[in-house]
C-alpha cells in the first residue's frame, strides 16, 4: 500500500496563478483532510470530508475549495493564489482514530 | 471548543540527557483522544501514539514514555537518553470522541547536540 500520497510536492506560483493539489490514499478511509503548516502555529485544518461527496470548512478555509469525487482522492484548489498562501500542505485519512499523513506539498506564491 | 497547548517553543538538550515534552489539553468532552506526532527534518509526519480519555495507564515503548493525567489535562512525552536522531518537532493532537477533526499544538522544536 502507498498509504496517503500528494502530487506535486513542490510548486511555486505567481500572485493570482490558479492550482489544485491532489491527495489520493488507498487504505479505504472515509474521512479526509488537508491541512496547512505555518512557523509557529502548527498544523492548521483547511477543509474536511467525512465521506465521497462530501466536504466541510475547518479552521482556515477562505481562499480554498475542495471536492471528493471519489473515495480515494481529495482535491485542493486555490483560485488566485495570494503570498499569504505559501505554506506547506498536508493531506491526511483517517480510519477510526488515527490520520495517516501524507508527506506534504510545499508551496510557494510570488 | 478544544485547545491543546505546547508551551515549550524550542528544546535544546545534550546527547543521553532525558526531555519531556509538555502537552496541555482542553475539552469538555468525556470521551477523547490524545496523539504524538513526529516530524523530523525530511518533513513527513509520523504517529508516534495514541491514547483514549479512558486509559490512563502510562505507557513506554523503548526510549519513549507518555504521561497522562486527567487530573491536570496533561500529556507529556518523555525521551529517555536522547539521541541526535530524536531531533524534530513534536506535535501533541487531541480529538473528540465524536468529533471529526484533530487539533493540533504548535509543536516543540527538539534539538540533541553531541
Known amino acids: 500500500n502507498a498509504g496517503v500520497t500528494q502530487t506535486p510536492k513542490f510548486r511555486v506560483l505567481k500572485t493570482g496563478q490558479s492550482m489544485t493539489l491532489l491527495c489520493a490514499q488507498d487504505m479505504n478511509h472515509e474521512y479526509m483532510y488537508w491541512y496547512r503548516q505555518d512557523p509557529g502555529m502548527g498544523l492548521r485544518l483547511i477543509h474536511y470530508s467525512v465521506g465521497e461527496g462530501t466536504t466541510a470548512k475547518g479552521e482556515v478555509p477562505d481562499g480554498y475549495n475542495v471536492s471528493r469525487l471519489k473515495k480515494q482522492n481529495f482535491l485542493l484548489g486555490l483560485e488566485s493564489a495570494a503570498p499569504s498562501q505559501t505554506s506547506v500542505y498536508f493531506c491526511a485519512s483517517r480510519n477510526r482514530a488515527e490520520q495517516y499523513f501524507g508527506p506534504g506539498t510545499r508551496l510557494t506564491v510570488t | 471548543a478544544q485547545k491543546v497547548t505546547q508551551a515549550q517553543t524550542e528544546i535544546s538538550v545534550v546527547e543521553k540527557e532525558d526531555v519531556t515534552l509538555d502537552c496541555v489539553y482542553e475539552t469538555r468532552d468525556t470521551t477523547y483522544y490524545l496523539f504524538w506526532y513526529k516530524q523530523p527534518p525530511s518533513g513527513e509526519l509520523v504517529f508516534l501514539i495514541r491514547?483514549?480519555?479512558?486509559?490512563?495507564q502510562n505507557e513506554i515503548s523503548g526510549r519513549y514514555s507518555w504521561n497522562f493525567q486527567k487530573s491536570t489535562s496533561s500529556f507529556n512525552f518523555t525521551i529517555t537518553a536522547s539521541q541526535v536522531v530524536d531531533s524534530a518537532v513534536y506535535f501533541c493532537?487531541?480529538?473528540?470522541?465524536?468529533?471529526?477533526?484533530?487539533?493540533f499544538g504548535t509543536g516543540t522544536q527538539l534539538k540533541v547536540e553531541l
Open positions: 493532537a487531541l480529538k473528540t470522541g465524536g468529533g471529526n477533526k484533530l487539533t
Open positions: 491514547r483514549n480519555s479512558f486509559d490512563e
